[in-house]
Antibody
Framework: QVQLVESGGGLVKPGGSLRLSCAAS????????MSWIRQAPGKGLEWVSY????????YYADSVKGRFTISRDNAKKSVYLQMNSLRVEDTAVYYC?????????WGQGTTVTVS | DIQMTQSPSSLSASVGDRVTITCQAS??????LAWYLQKPGKPPKLLIY???NLETGVPSRFSGSGSGTDFTFTISSLQPEDIATYYC?????????FGQGTKLDIK
């Protein structure tokens, strides 16, 4: 079935780095744009980044621009989020999601704690 | 960025009640609006896209309406399993912003 599985979260000190991965299955990954969305503890949803199917179009929220880098490997059916210069306020569950009409497929999320 | 103002922020209702949540965009987003349900510890689930289209498998008691800047999400008869937080999201312009959420519980 259609599935997204995130990995790579963990505990990191302020100023540190993490690389999140999201593995897709059950659909033609190379045909779809992909997004990362995060949710701080007890808070709402914040859209983080977006990459087109060919990686020719990339967009970031202002809160992460210059620190985070989204990329994808269509052969591996995976999308990545390289997070540098992490801040306490980046602490959140990070979800990858498939933007279609709205976000129709979501992963279970991976937790990033910056402390 | 487009601001999405969702109200109310919390809501208590009884089983069988009709429940309505509103979402207002800071500018015209045409029909590029989605509604999600999120239960604790789970990812959001898409319920409605393009204002009023029900995602496959979503019960018909859920519905959406509106256009331009003002949108409404309705549960026609609240069920116990509908207890969750609901979010609207615009996907007309990047960044694809969310409303702040409506926490719904049983009275």
């Amino acid at each position: 079935q259609v599935q997204l599985v995130e990995s790579g979260g963990g505990l990191v000190k302020p100023g540190g780095s993490l690389r999140l991965s999201c593995a897709a299955s059950g659909f033609s990954f190379s045909d779809y744009y992909m997004s990362w969305i995060r949710q701080a503890p007890g808070k709402g949803l914040e859209w983080v980044s977006y990459i087109s199917s060919s990686a020719s179009t990339i967009y970031y929220a202002d809160s992460v621009k210059g620190r985070f880098t989204i990329s994808r490997d269509n052969a591996k059916k995976s999308v990545y989020l390289q997070m540098n210069s992490l801040r306490v306020e980046d602490t959140a569950v990070y979800y990858c999601a498939r933007p279609r009409f709205g976000m129709d497929v979501w992963g279970q999320g991976t937790t990033v704690t910056v402390s | 960025d487009i601001q999405m103002t969702q109200s109310p922020s919390s809501l208590s209702a009884s089983v069988g009640d009709r429940v309505t949540i509103t979402c207002q965009a800071s500018q015209d987003i045409s029909n590029y609006l989605a509604w999600y349900l999120q239960k604790p510890g789970k990812p959001p689930k898409l319920l409605i896209y393009d204002v009023s289209n029900l995602e496959t498998g979503v019960p018909s008691r859920f519905s959406g309406s509106g256009s331009g800047t003002d949108f409404t999400f309705t549960i026609s008869s609240l069920q116990p399993e509908d207890i969750a937080t609901y979010y609207c999201q615009q996907y007309d312009n990047l960044p694809y912003t969310f409303g702040q959420g409506t926490k719904l519980d049983i009275k």
